[in-house]
């Protein structure tokens, strides 16, 4: 009698379970890694900020920031004319800097179109310029062989019905005053515009790899998944490009099919995140300075070492970088970009075997002082990244058992595997310690590799 009562308790539990269980669609975990695979080996991709806020080149959020008015803003739409736009250009530059991916926005928070819409006047082919920037740019990337990525902006400063919130240019204080600026516009229609924009950019462009939608943010005057009817919404995504890869801030995370990856923005992550216990695909996206729009006057960009670093403790704890570049109102990159984008080429031409189909390394082994790891599990190659060139002797403990053959990354050169060594002076080191017996001079590389071949 008590085995029949706890059996059926177990039974209601687990119906209870699986009904709460909220789904957009149906897929195994293993086919999420399959439909996944090619961008968890790719690692790294081109984020691209572009629109009309490039003429301001002062940030993205200059309309919010200032607190612009539409009719103000307009005068950017009436000039947008970017006569030095070379996609195919921008694709090489991406290419050479070892990326295989990019995602381009389509729409910012702006409201601005890069893109021919049925839906609105705002956009690309109406101003100077005269034609669909993103049908150009597709074709030019595709051509060089790079996933094909959309940013839509699901916060829209210049829908007449898009509601005003707390990160609206026109945002105020109280529920009153909201109340008042709001009575006049139904965010419905908004909903199914930017239901109808989505549609279009999945249609119109052939196979899209990724969509990247930006952002939710509940509570208080603020939007949430019933704003944007993010379900509705995610169900079209996946009927109309079932094998696309979507982030997660259309505010779906407890949803089965909602969201791909994660987005840790402008920070490193401490380890590789998890959501219950489990690791979860995550890329970071980061800018290169300050803003992810074109802007003139700021300083702050980050040098050559800093952004490989970040790539290769990406890497190393199981996630991507999506580097932005924010092109200026002519169409080009600026030469800040441009500079860094070469560098990283240099160090990716001969180092991007511990970059692509890449991952964190397990933890039997133990990296070394100033070092990062990455691991290849199809080749079974381990990574040494030396942040911080060492001396003759570089230690591996607990390494002595594992490893078949040495050598250094970028130019395939033997690196003699010894015993420890110690002079006048013997440290304590284990039976399976082994010692790499490296040139005392640091390569001319910036951060050179040790390629190890496991056993
Ligand atoms: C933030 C900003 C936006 C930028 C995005 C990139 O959400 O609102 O300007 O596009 O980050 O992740």
Redesign the pocket.
Known sequence: MKRILLISIVLIFVSQFSYSQKKIWNETETEKTERLSWWTEARFGM?I?WGSYAQAARH??VKKRERISDEEYQKYFEIFNPDLFDPAEWAKKAKAAGMKYAVI?TK??EGFNMFKSEYTDYNVTNTPYGKDIIKEWVDAFRAEGLGIGF?Y?L?DWHHPEYTIDR?HPQSVRTQEEYDELNKNRDMSIYREYLKNQVREILTNYGKVDIL?L??SFPGKFGKDRDDWGSVELMKMVRKLQPEILVND?ADLKDYQGGWDFT?P??FKVQSWPEIDGEKIPWET?QTFSGS??YYRDEHTWKDNKQLLVLLIESVSKGGNVLL?VGPTARGTFDQRADKALKEMGEWMKYNSRSIYGCTQASEEFEAPDHTLLTYNPKTNRLYIHLLDYPMKNFLLRGFGDKVKYAQFLHDASEINIGKPYGHWVQQETGENDINLLLPVNKPNVEIPVIELFLK
């Open positions: 984020f900020h993205e959020w926005t910012h928070h940013y902006s916060i990160v990247w930006d952002y801030r987005t923005e402008q996206c992810w729009g932005n």
